[in-house]
């Protein structure tokens, strides 16, 4: 049986949530800022950005990023 690839939307908030949580910055989006694909890749950086600021270690993060 042959896996299925997670979603673009999905794979664009944890490419943004990587981002944030490194402490890049907003404008490193590699998505057009009209599309939906940058709306999630932002919601993921902001995402990132909240634990990176309320100081979630990087092993925390990436059990987050696993579970999502």
Known sequence: ???QKR?????????G???GISGKNKSTCPHTEE???AQ???NGW?????????GY???ACQQKVISL
């Open 1 to 3: 049986m042959r896996r």
């Open 7 to 15: 979603d673009s939307s999905h794979r664009a908030f944890i490419k």
């Open 17 to 19: 949530y990587q981002a």
């Open 35 to 37: 599309t939906s694909l």
């Open 40 to 42: 999630d890749w932002f």
């Open 46 to 54: 902001r995402e990132g950005r909240e634990d990176n600021w309320s």
């Open 57 to 59: 270690n990087a092993q």
